[in-house]
T-cell receptor
Framework: NAGVMQNPRHLVRRRGQEARLRCSPM?????VYWYRQLPEEGLKFMVY????????ESGMPKERFSAEFPKEGPSILRIQQVVRGDSAAYFC????????????FGNGTRLTVT | GQQLNQSPQSMFIQEGEDVSMNCTSS?????WLWYKQDPGEGPVLLIA?????ELTSNGRLTAQFGITRKDSFLNISASIPSDVGIYFC?????????????FGTGTLLAVQP
């Protein structure tokens, strides 16, 4: 049973470029979450999506960051015009339902902005 | 933003020793979860707690959901080298239009053979 799949595992971008991070949830899971982790810190919530809907984006920066979870295909976290402060590990998680079911995480995408 | 206080920050123990770590919050959570993260990997779910006062075991791991719903502890008995990693508690908020985890600051566990 495949877990949460994220790609790429590592992504290097120059300042000003765009970064696209992909996440395929576990089979049977229709709820997707994105978290960001800075070095030696815990994970911080960014956004919660269901198919074609953003449910909670209270953790998303107001500018340059967007997320989608289309009817077909993976969820995408997009960061436009990246800056050095965007360098972090970005984790995707999924759950079968939205109410109280535990979140299962992927292995993350490590973004480095040079 | 909301934060969970997790302690201790780090532990260095000998193989075979028991370990205890805990997490406190100023807010009430519906669910408490404990995750382990290895370097370069994502967090792996260890134990989920759903009711205040609940005590749950998973092999050598035991966790409890505090009666006030504002705290939880995790015990590891008879530690082994593969227990090395960072342990995170997480409080889960759900209801209305949200379902999110608030993570603790983590406990780094090192086990010497």
């Amino acid at each position: 049973n495949a877990g949460v799949m994220q790609n790429p595992r590592h992504l290097v971008r120059r300042r000003g470029q765009e970064a696209r991070l992909r996440c395929s949830p576990m089979k049977g899971h229709s709820h997707v979450y994105w978290y960001r982790q800075l070095p030696e810190e815990g994970l911080k919530f960014m956004v919660y999506l269901q198919k074609e809907n953003i449910i909670d984006e209270s953790g998303m920066p107001k500018e340059r960051f967007s997320a989608e979870f289309p009817k077909e295909g993976p969820s995408i976290l997009r960061i436009q015009q990246v800056v050095r402060g965007d360098s972090a590990a970005y984790f995707c998680a999924s759950s079968p339902t939205g109410r109280g079911s535990p979140l299962h995480f992927g292995n993350g995408t490590r973004l480095t902005v040079t | 933003g909301q934060q969970l206080n997790q302690s201790p920050q780090s532990m260095f123990i000998q193989e075979g020793e028991d370990v205890s770590m805990n997490c406190t919050s100023s807010s009430i959570f519906n669910t408490w979860l404990w995750y382990k993260q290895d370097p370069g990997e994502g967090p792996v779910l260890l134990i989920a707690l759903y009711k205040a006062g609940e005590l749950t075991s998973n092999g050598r791991l035991t966790a409890q959901f505090g009666i006030t719903r504002k705290d939880s502890f995790l015990n590891i008995s008879a530690s082994i080298p593969s227990d090395v990693g960072i342990y995170f508690c997480a409080g889960q908020e759900y209801g209305g239009a949200t379902n999110k985890l608030i993570f603790g600051t983590g406990t780094l566990l090192a086990v010497q053979p």
